[in-house]
């Protein structure tokens, strides 16, 4: 019998058939899900191809779901229980931390950056990043007011993530700040993702790492 309390407030509003996540189980194991419904304390998720494989028929597992949803990242404890073969019944016994969009601070982080504008096809570096814009390392072409195409390289393993901005502002640093207007929804649960992890990664840093970590003393 489950003696855990329910956390229906905390859950209101934090999901939307349709939303992405992860189920991770206490050895490290990840599967790829998607939101069918929520009602309650119970979460439907139907298992993506590639995760079928984990979980038994009947057999309820502890887990984390991880998912990304309209106010940001959100991570929940709880208990998960296979249905059907791709459908998965996942009960919330807590909330262990919801991330908001607005809370993202940027983080400092140098990735690649192609440039598509007027003038052709440029590289540039990301200096930070965060859920609004990023600013770069040039390229020193670009001019406030300038509407630009973007493609962000994340990751070796990871496809760019792409998207439109506007050049907001330029320093005497010969770097450029842009401003995200136009994110396809999957591309923008990747940054969300991709923030998510670098902002837990420097919490996880003593002071000292992570003054390390950004070059400073």
């Not at 709880?78 to 073969?85: F, K, N, P």
Request: glycine share 10%.
């Amino acid at each position: 019998m489950r003696s855990h309390a329910k956390p229906r407030d905390e859950l209101a509003g934090l999901f939307a058939d349709g939303d992405r996540g992860e189920l991770t189980t206490a050895i490290g194991e990840r599967l790829s899900v998607r939101v069918a419904h929520r009602d309650g304390d119970v979460v439907l998720l139907v298992l993506m191809l590639g995760s079928r494989d984990t979980l038994d028929a009947g057999a309820t597992v502890r887990m984390v779901l991880e998912c990304s949803c309209s106010h940001g990242i959100a991570r929940l404890r709880g208990e998960a229980e296979l249905e059907q073969d791709d459908l998965v019944r996942f009960h919330v016994f807590d909330v262990i931390e919801v991330v908001q969009r607005r809370q993202f601070f940027r983080v400092c982080t140098p990735r690649r950056v192609e440039v598509a504008s007027d003038t052709g096809v440029l590289d540039a570096y990301s200096v930070d990043i965060s859920g609004g814009g990023m600013l770069m390392t040039g390229p020193e072409a670009l001019e406030p007011g300038d509407q630009i195409r973007f493609r962000l390289h994340i990751g070796a393993d990871e496809t760019p993530i792409e998207g439109r901005a506007r050049v907001v502002r330029s320093d005497g640093g010969g770097r450029r700040a842009i401003a995200f207007e136009q994110i396809p929804r999957h591309e923008e649960e990747r940054l969300v993702r991709f923030l998510f992890d670098r902002q837990r990664a420097e919490r996880a840093c003593t002071p000292g790492d992570a003054r390390r970590a950004r070059g400073t003393r």
